[in-house]
């Protein structure tokens, strides 16, 4: 059974830098891209980026380009998420997704609040 | 990447039929066809309703279909049934190895 398990719940302050991880387990990590999502309150979803674990490219949604960075630990079966520079409008709960079939099976979130 | 246009809501009673659609560009939804529909109930992750446009992911109702006409996606939902109710998203690919979701749609049933 494929699982994706992202780490808890973050407070940061603006302009401050968060890093979120989603462990994989139930298949092979280097077989599937590893999306990331962010979800506003009450807002709709927005594709952040995603990862190829088997040689590192990253690849990112123009919004998001100088600002984030995912990366994959092949040793451990973790993907991250880095979203540096925060503002309010970072207030979000970040997911994980992945699958043959992108955005197939897909973390539980991870919540973000962004305040002074 | 611009994203995909969903009517912002739609409603239904027990038993009818709903259809929801998804319009993005010629680079987009209309160049292939990689559109997904997730179903997302509040507080909960996106749950795969449909891929590859047509296709349901094992588990999932008969009740949900998928279609696909020039640069429009549409999501058909069946026998509306209570737990139908919740939020609606397509997902197409966009070239360049990029994704977009549509805005969202707000399913409610009457």
């Known amino acids: 059974e494929v699982q994706l398990v992202q780490s808890g719940a973050e407070v940061k302050k603006p302009g401050a830098t968060v890093k979120i991880s989603c462990k994989i387990s139930?298949?092979?990590?280097?077989?599937?891209?590893m999306h990331w999502v962010q979800q506003a309150p009450g807002k709709g979803l927005e594709w952040m980026g995603l990862?190829?674990?088997?040689?590192?490219?990253?690849i990112y949604a123009e919004k998001f380009q100088g600002r984030v960075t995912i990366t994959a630990d092949t040793s451990r079966d973790i993907a991250y998420m880095e979203l540096r520079s925060l503002t309010s409008e970072d207030t979000a709960v970040y997911f994980c997704?992945?699958?043959?079939?992108?955005?197939?099976?897909w973390g539980q979130g991870s919540l973000v609040t962004v305040s002074s | 990447q611009s994203a995909l246009t969903q009517p912002a809501s739609v409603s239904g009673s027990p038993g009818q039929s709903i259809t929801i659609s998804c319009t993005g560009t010629?680079?987009?939804?209309?160049?292939?066809?990689?559109v997904s529909w997730y179903q997302q109930h509040p507080g909960k992750p996106p749950k795969l309703m449909i891929y590859?446009?047509?296709k349901r992911p094992s588990g999932v109702s008969n009740r949900f279909s998928g279609s696909k006409s020039g640069n429009t996606a549409s999501l058909t939902i069946s026998g509306l049934q209570a737990e139908d109710e919740a939020d609606y998203y397509c997902?197409?690919?966009?070239?360049?190895?990029?994704?977009?979701f549509g805005g969202g749609t707000k399913l409610t049933v009457l």
């Open positions: 997704a992945t699958g043959v079939v992108p955005l197939a099976y």
């Open positions: 139930g298949y092979t990590f280097t077989d599937y891209y």
């Open positions: 990862v190829d674990p088997d040689d590192g490219e990253a």
């Open positions: 010629n680079s987009g939804v209309g160049n292939h066809n990689l």
């Open positions: 590859e446009g047509s």
């Open positions: 997902c197409s690919y966009a070239g360049s190895s990029t994704w977009v």
